[in-house]
């Protein structure tokens, strides 16, 4: 029989069910834009920017209280009239879907060369599920977020990443209430270490986590995210938070 506290199981499996809910939204993106991609491709032309506005009733759809920007980021040189571009929609100030425009015009000093990020490296490189941040956000919200995407695969070739946003105020708010039934300092770290929740100020979200005396990991399902827990015998102590730079800067 297993000993984790029951308090443990049941945060690990808050933030499981709490992202899942975010990748299914994900993967419904992954499989609308692979199948429009394959349909453009089938008429034997190359796809343009106009032909992912197929898209939008379907991200419009999903932008609500838990996703607040969603969208297909497509591999450069995917589309015919455009060597970089994003059918990115996102929650505007009235409460309506609004359209991210960042500048990606190839030539420009001022280009937004999305590939560098975790986000679009992760699935560009492999992953299944790729999980950025706390970040903050300048281009988009200017605030802190979590950014969740997967692979764009068409006949087994990568052509871009479907993602979605989540305020990381509002997945600490999902997931803050169960980490404080966790009678010890506990908190929720993203692949590289990243505190993204947590129910002590001694590890606040954006602090880098790299183990320690004392403390316990478990995974939170098939999500590279791992529940940190700590006895009276821990000790680490975390880094000093790092200012980051937003994965859509």
């Known amino acids: 029989m297993s000993s984790e506290p029951p308090a443990v199981g049941a945060a690990a499996a808050r933030v499981r069910a709490t992202l899942d809910d975010v990748f299914a939204t994900v993967e419904r993106v992954r499989d609308a834009s692979a199948r429009r991609l394959a349909e453009i491709r089938a008429t034997g032309r190359e796809p343009v920017t106009g032909d992912l506005a197929a898209l939008r009733p379907l991200l419009f759809g999903h932008l609500g209280a838990l996703v607040c920007g969603l969208g297909f980021i497509a ?63 300048y281009l988009c919200s200017d605030e802190y977020v979590l950014t969740l995407s997967a692979p764009v695969l068409v006949g087994g070739v990568f052509v871009g990443v479907a993602a979605a946003d989540v305020f ?82």
Do not use: H
Request: glycine letters at 10%; proline letters at 10%; aromatic letters at 12%.
């Open 75 to 137: 591999a450069p040189g995917l589309l015919a009239d455009a060597a970089w571009y994003l059918e990115w929609w996102q929650t505007g100030p009235s409460g309506g879907p609004a359209q991210l425009l960042p500048d990606l015009d190839p030539e420009s000093s001022a280009l937004y060369d999305y590939t560098d990020w975790d986000w679009f490296t992760g699935p560009a490189g492999g992953a299944e599920k790729t999980v950025c941040g706390p970040y903050v956000d």
């Open 168 to 249: 990381a105020r509002t997945f600490e708010n999902a997931i803050v209430p169960v980490l404080r039934e966790i009678p010890a300092p506990a908190f929720v770290v993203n692949a590289p270490g990243r505190v993204m929740a947590s129910n002590t100020a001694s590890w606040t979200p954006g602090a880098a986590y790299r183990g320690g005396r004392g403390f316990e990991t478990r995974p939170c399902g098939d999500l590279p995210l791992s529940l940190v827990t700590a006895g009276q015998s821990a000790s680490a102590r975390p880094r000093a938070k790092a200012t980051s730079r937003s994965c859509w800067e």
